[in-house]
């Protein structure tokens, strides 16, 4: 069973700790977020998530865009704007609670429960059952025989 965080009835939900030491990278009063999507290479099943970030790490993202010299510019425009045409601004309080905007929720298909992952630069907001899937964890998957080369040093 993975751990989960419950929403409200008004959509918020508490950062996991794991995640707050990427609050307390400077002065965060609040986060960006958007829907976004990863597949699995095994079926190519698409899982709907939603990314979260600092301002300081879309700002580091946007800026690899732009400094990308494969692009053309036309190409860094788009990418740029649809960047930032997708984010979704929320404010975080003193213990640690933003409001996810109501169309992300719809993204996840979540009623009550949502997952966490936490990266050093983003959080995902995964639907537990979605997560368990991607993840092979519904069958009883507990090894990842490719991250033992990262993890065995």
């Not at 709907?48 to 993202?61: A, D, F, N, Y």
């Not at 946007?62 to 404010?91: F, P």
């Not at 933003?98 to 009550?112: F, T």
């Not at 979605?130 to 490719?146: C, I, K, L, Q, T």
Request: glycine share 4%; proline share 4%.
């Amino acid at each position: 069973m993975l751990p989960t965080q419950r929403l409200s009835p008004k959509n918020q939900v508490t950062i996991p700790r794991e995640a707050r030491a990427l609050l307390f990278a400077g002065d965060v009063d609040h986060l960006r977020g958007m829907k976004h999507a990863i597949t699995r290479s095994a079926d190519s099943e698409t899982f709907p998530i939603v990314l979260l970030m600092t301002e300081k790490e879309l700002q580091r993202r946007e800026q690899r865009i732009l400094d990308d010299a494969a692009l053309t510019a036309e190409q860094r425009l788009h990418l740029v704007t649809s960047l930032n045409g997708e984010m979704a601004m929320m404010s975080i309080d003193a213990q640690h609670r933003v409001v996810l905007s109501a169309h992300l929720v719809k993204h996840l298909s979540v009623e009550r429960d949502i997952f966490f992952v936490c990266t050093n630069t983003t959080i995902q907001v995964w639907n537990p059952e979605h997560y368990s899937r991607w993840s092979g964890r519904e069958s009883g998957a507990n090894f990842n025989p490719a991250l033992n080369t990262y993890l065995m040093i």
